[in-house]
């Protein structure tokens, strides 16, 4: 924002950029600067229209334009097949934990109903806990007396025949495992899989013969918290508890193109702005290469080193999440003070996990990650 009429705003915005540090947090997480500084600009008067987005009419012609490409443009960068629908909702991935199970629960007519679950993480057992609610939980795999340190082999899944669907969390955000792929469990013959993919969507492409539910807050990954993502195969829509609120019901959601209430504005228009600055970084194909090269290289840099350790099996380690330890725990107040000195920020890892956790989203450049490697180098050497 260089307005020449304006020295003083000019100046701040300029203080602001230079302010910047490396942001690590696991969410809400960093957005791209590039991203901010349009939002910036368009903050006061969004295309000419006079007025700031977050005081548009939701039904008002421009509003509905920014709808319509954020859509279009998500569409394009996870090739999200014709008969797949995209809701934006609200009430995040805890809101779906319970939006899920009242919408498709009940698509079997079974006496009972029943979903499976595989275990993998923390967010899997909130997901699992809520299901409880709504009807019968199968298990069908954990990885808790493993401390959820690899994922439970596939052949070992035991899947109910009569379920509605199983769910898995794709990226556990807070242990750190990720499915580097989703497997084949019957998919071909008509098994429901759904995915809270909250911190890793965009992050790498989907596999749609795979999924066919996917939802998840965009804060970690896309924008700002107040917009959850769902995309759900059409004739999954109308199956939903008599009892589920309207405005969760996805059928009546996708019937009303996200708009059967008032759907969060401008964090829908800020994800906006993120997908075409993924489209102009390459789409998720370049975006996927590039958080391979960012994560090899801080796994790399920890398995090397006996200062830090992961603890997560190599064929499931997160890229987007990255938990580590230091071999000498009571370090740990002066490392995340040092490193906050550097400019490395939200480096404490979760609490029930304790240690350091650097998220490293789409948003991360690679330089923030070679920026922390070296901090830790530095910060070891030191200690030495
Ligand atoms: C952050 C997160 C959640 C919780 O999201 P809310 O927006 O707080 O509901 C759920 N699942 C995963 C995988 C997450 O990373």
């Given at each position: 924002?260089?307005?020449?009429?304006?020295?003083?705003?000019?100046?701040?915005?300029?203080?602001?950029?230079?302010?910047?540090?490396?942001?690590?947090?696991?969410?809400?997480?960093?957005?791209?600067?590039?991203?901010?500084?349009?939002?910036?600009?368009?903050?006061?008067?969004?295309?000419?229209?006079?007025?700031?987005?977050?005081?548009?009419?939701?039904?008002?012609?421009?509003?509905?334009?920014?709808?319509?490409?954020?859509?279009?443009?998500l569409r394009e960068l996870l090739q999200v097949p014709?008969?797949y629908?995209?809701?934006?909702?609200?009430?995040?991935?805890?809101?779906?934990?319970?939006?899920?199970?009242?919408?498709?629960?009940?698509?079997?007519?079974?006496?009972?109903?029943?979903?499976?679950?595989?275990?993998?993480?923390?967010?899997?057992?909130?997901?699992?806990?809520?299901?409880?609610?709504?009807?019968?939980?199968?298990?069908?795999?954990?990885?808790?007396?493993?401390?959820?340190?690899?994922?439970?082999?596939?052949?070992?899944?035991?899947?109910?025949?009569?379920?509605?669907?199983?769910?898995?969390?794709?990226?556990?955000?807070?242990?750190?495992?990720?499915?580097?792929?989703?497997?084949?469990?019957?998919?071909?013959?008509?098994?429901?899989?759904?995915?809270?993919?909250?911190?890793?969507?965009?992050?790498?492409p989907v596999d749609w013969?795979?999924?066919?539910?996917?939802?998840?807050?965009?804060?970690?990954?896309?924008?700002?918290?107040?917009?959850?993502?769902?995309?759900?195969?059409?004739?999954?829509?109308?199956?939903?508890?008599?009892?589920?609120?309207?405005?969760?019901?996805?059928?009546?959601?996708?019937?009303?193109?996200?708009?059967?209430?008032?759907?969060?504005?401008?964090?829908?228009?800020?994800?906006?702005?993120?997908?075409?600055?993924?489209?102009?970084?390459?789409g998720v194909p370049?975006?996927?290469?590039?958080?391979?090269?960012?994560?090899?290289?801080?796994?790399?840099?920890?398995?090397?080193?006996?200062?830090?350790?992961?603890?997560?099996?190599?064929?499931?380690?997160?890229?987007?999440?990255?938990?580590?330890?230091?071999?000498?725990?009571?370090?740990?107040?002066?490392?995340?003070?040092?490193?906050?000195?550097?400019?490395?920020?939200?480096?404490?890892?979760?609490?029930?996990?304790?240690?350091?956790?650097?998220?490293?989203?789409?948003?991360?450049?690679?330089?923030?990650?070679?920026?922390?490697?070296?901090?830790?180098?530095?910060?070891?050497?030191?200690?030495?």
């Open positions: 924002m260089n307005d020449p009429q304006n020295p003083a705003l000019a100046a701040m915005m300029q203080r602001a950029v230079a302010e910047r540090v490396y942001n690590f947090s696991p969410g809400p997480a960093a957005l791209p600067a590039e991203v901010l500084q349009q939002a910036a600009e368009e903050m006061l008067s969004w295309h000419g229209s006079g007025v700031s987005v977050m005081e548009m009419s939701h039904r008002s012609r421009e509003f509905e334009s920014i709808l319509a490409q954020a859509e279009a443009d014709k008969d629908r995209i809701l934006f909702l609200q009430g995040g991935a805890i809101g779906e934990n319970a939006i899920v199970p009242l919408n498709l629960m009940r698509r079997l007519d079974a006496e009972r109903p029943k979903a499976d679950f595989v275990v993998t993480g923390t967010w899997s057992v909130k997901t699992e806990q809520e299901a409880r609610r709504y009807g019968e939980v199968n298990i069908a795999a954990s990885s808790v007396e493993q401390k959820f340190v690899r994922i439970p082999d596939v052949a070992d899944w035991k899947l109910a025949d009569d379920s509605a669907y199983l769910h898995l969390c794709t990226n556990e955000t807070i242990v750190g495992v990720e499915f580097q792929e989703v497997p084949e469990v019957g998919q071909k013959h008509g098994r429901v899989v759904v995915a809270d993919v909250s911190s890793h969507i965009l992050s790498r013969s795979r999924l066919q539910v996917v939802y998840g807050g965009a804060q970690k990954n896309i924008g700002p918290a107040g917009v959850t993502i769902v995309i759900v195969r059409e004739d999954l829509l109308g199956h939903a508890h008599p009892l589920c609120p309207s405005a969760f019901n996805w059928r009546l959601a996708a019937e009303h193109g996200s708009m059967y209430n008032t759907p969060p504005t401008y964090a829908i228009y800020i994800a906006g702005l993120v997908f075409q600055w993924l489209k102009r970084q390459g370049a975006v996927e290469q590039r958080n391979i090269a960012k994560a090899k290289a801080l796994y790399d840099f920890l398995d090397q080193s006996a200062f830090y350790r992961n603890e997560i099996d190599p064929s499931c380690r997160s890229r987007m999440n990255v938990p580590f330890f230091l071999a000498d725990e009571s370090r740990n107040e002066a490392f995340l003070a040092q490193a906050r000195a550097a400019g490395l920020v939200q480096l404490k890892g979760h609490k029930s996990v304790g240690g350091m956790r650097a998220s490293i989203y789409n948003a991360m450049p690679l330089e923030g990650v070679m920026a922390l490697i070296d901090f830790m180098r530095e910060f070891e050497r030191s200690a030495a």
